[in-house]
């Protein structure tokens, strides 16, 4: 190893366990309390998150389901969460925190003020500023944004619409075996999008790394309260680098931001990579039918549906 990949390795390595320590520290009068570090995160989330699932929760703490279950299991029991099943849609369960849950996460927050108080109390205001500008400083630095400064999402023009289409075509054909049908179905809806969508509530992005195309995702209303989410793919060279979890995670945030409570998408079962990664944002299989139309073969298509 380079002596300067031994500099950096030997002080990110002390500074993780100077760190370790400090939350360490942080998190004893926490974990005083009935309630561990990562009860107390879940609460937080349940909070903070608008028709919140279990399935959800899943996809954004990247938790086993089954130990998530055991905590809300626990936190039922205990009178912190509420059960109700949705209106619209029998199989899903959304969870919101009781009054006595919101007052142990109240309690638990405040703990957690106070002890990064009392361990920053000793440090004068100067040093202070100097210590949080630090933390934005390393933040920045080290988060997967900065580190990956190649990659850039942006709306979609009108030279990209032929990407799209072109993509779809040769992805699908070389990966899946769909034919040349498929890409007809492509070209022929994306091009009515691009020419009446409502700019304020659609859109299509683009993943560039370097400048180049390599990947997109959209989202076309459905109603005032739904969306569809369209036209996914990642290219081969891209996927390593979690491009498709940035582009689904931008997809519903504006989704989010627009109002939708509703978002599905229709896919094949061929598609192992991208159901996985939908099952794992909460998305769930709700319709599945045969299709022999885009290929030579027997494919399903499925429908997954997910509810805010």
């Not at 944002?281 to 997954?304: A, C, I, M, P, Q």
């Amino acid at each position: 190893m380079e002596e300067k990949n031994c500099l950096i390795v030997s002080e990110v390595r002390s500074f993780s366990r100077f760190y370790t320590k400090i939350l360490g520290l942080l998190n004893q009068d926490i974990l005083d309390s009935p309630y561990s570090l990562i009860e107390a995160r879940i609460l937080f989330e349940i909070g903070e998150i608008p028709n919140c699932t279990s399935n959800i929760l899943v996809g954004k703490l990247n938790m086993d389901p089954g130990y998530i279950s055991r905590i809300l299991g626990r936190f039922n029991s205990d009178g912190l969460i509420t059960k109700e099943k949705s209106s619209k849609d029998g199989r899903y369960t959304f969870i919101s925190l009781t009054s006595r849950g919101k007052e142990i996460l109240l309690s638990l927050s405040q703990k957690s003020n106070n002890q990064i108080i009392a361990l920053t109390n000793p440090l004068t205001q100067s040093e202070r500023e100097k210590l949080v500008e630090s933390m934005k400083y390393i933040k920045n630095l080290l988060s997967p944004s900065s580190i990956d400064r190649s990659l850039k999402i942006r709306t979609y023009k009108l030279k990209d619409i032929n990407y799209i289409i072109e993509k779809h075509k040769k992805l699908y054909k070389d990966e899946f075996g769909f034919s040349h049908e498929f890409a007809d179905y492509v070209e022929k809806y994306l091009i009515q999008f691009h020419k009446s969508h409502d700019e304020d509530k659609e859109n299509i992005w683009i993943a560039e790394i370097n400048g180049k195309p390599s990947g997109v995702i959209a989202i076309a209303k459905a109603d005032d309260s739904t969306a569809q989410l369209r036209w996914f793919l990642i290219e081969p060279e891209a996927r390593y680098r979690r491009l498709g979890h940035t582009l689904l995670q931008t997809a519903l945030d504006f989704s989010r931001k627009k109002n939708y409570n509703h978002i599905f998408l229709w896919t094949a079962d061929v598609l192992k990579a991208a159901r996985h990664l939908y099952k794992s944002y909460g998305f769930n299989l709700t319709e599945s039918k045969n299709n022999t139309t885009w290929t030579d073969h027997l494919v399903k298509e499925e429908r997954w549906d997910l509810y805010f």
